[in-house]
């Protein structure tokens, strides 16, 4: 764990802020599985999501990461209970959870240009009907792994490894710095 | 610039979100098989002008393999399928004859 940063210039087209601990739980295993399944119910009060999206409520949810990993989502204080639970009722199946709270940082990026604040960097199709609340994609961030979902209009929770938080910060905020708006997206959403 | 789909997560994005893995449907030869047939699994790849076939990776998405065919030409994908296959799917094939009328790669037609 570290300090909480803050990222983006005054005046910037997005807010950047790193985003609050978060509690992050690895699970893979069969996801068809249905011991694996009613374990992630009973973890999280969300069902395993389909491919790409991602349930979450309060704060509390589960990501699809691959055919054969989630990553769940709490308050960092729960993780240890948590993944007692699951490791207890998934103890006779080929599965793994695994605490990677402190293995990641995380960002939000909100305001009508975050969209565009992304698409600068990532090689995702933002516009908003191909790139939606519910949604989930693990991408390339500028040159380092990332993974992102929306919070509501106009704000992106973003996670990276925490190693690379440092390049992620000083990265966005250049995708963010004042003037550098190119309203592609944004016309979209804030209707400027 | 290449545009991709996972066949695993559905994902489509340019190149640079996957890896390049090579030449597809390689046959493994190891200890026990001929010089040659070592020397010609270890070293002798397709290069081909036109229809390919290679292994690609995803590498900043969900993480696996997966296989996807291409004309080094055009950079046209015709198409991309599981890795857990020996050779191309028929409908795949039977798509890029529509194309490339013709086309050979190694031992398919
Ligand atoms: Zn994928």
């Known amino acids: ?12 087209i997005a807010a950047i802020a790193e985003a609050p601990l978060q509690g992050m739980i690895t699970l893979r295993g069969d996801l068809s599985d249905d011991t694996i399944r009613a374990a992630v119910k009973s973890a999280t009060g969300q069902k395993v999501p389909e491919r790409g999206m991602i349930n979450t409520a309060d704060g509390v949810g589960v990501c699809w990461m691959s055919p054969d990993e989630l990553l769940i989502l709490c308050a960092h204080g729960d993780v240890p209970d948590k993944l007692h639970q699951l490791q207890e009722s ?51 961030l500028a040159q380092v792994p990332a993974a992102f979902w929306m919070l509501g ?22 995708s963010a710095q004042p003037g550098s708006a190119v309203n592609v997206w944004s016309k979209t959403i804030s209707g400027t | 610039m290449l545009i991709l789909t996972c066949p695993v997560c559905g994902v489509t994005a340019e190149e640079t979100e996957f890896h390049g893995g090579g030449e597809a449907h390689l046959t493994r030869h190891g200890p026990g098989s ?13 290069n081909p002008r036109g229809v390919h076939f290679e292994r690609w990776r995803h590498v900043y998405g969900c993480g696996k393999w997966f296989h996807a065919a291409r004309c080094t030409t055009t950079l046209e994908v015709f198409g991309t399928y599981p890795a857990q296959t020996t050779e191309p799917p028929k409908d795949l094939r039977a798509k890029i004859s529509k194309k490339r009328p013709g086309w050979t790669w190694k031992d398919l037609a």
């Open chain 2, 34 to 46: 001929s010089d040659d047939d070592f020397e010609d699994y270890l070293f002798m790849r397709e």
């Open chain 1, 153 to 174: 209009e106009d704000r992106f929770h973003l996670i990276c490894f925490r190693s690379q938080k440092q390049y992620v910060s000083d990265v966005l905020t250049v």
């Open chain 1, 90 to 140: 998934l103890s006779r199946v080929h599965a793994l959870a695994v605490n990677v709270s402190d293995a990641r940082a995380g960002f939000i990026l909100s305001g009508p240009h975050a969209r565009d604040v992304l698409a600068k960097l990532c090689p995702v199709d933002l516009a908003p009907d191909r790139f939606a609340f519910g949604q989930l994609r693990r991408t390339r």
């Open chain 1, 1 to 12: 764990m570290s300090e909480p940063m803050t990222a983006g210039a005054d005046g910037g």
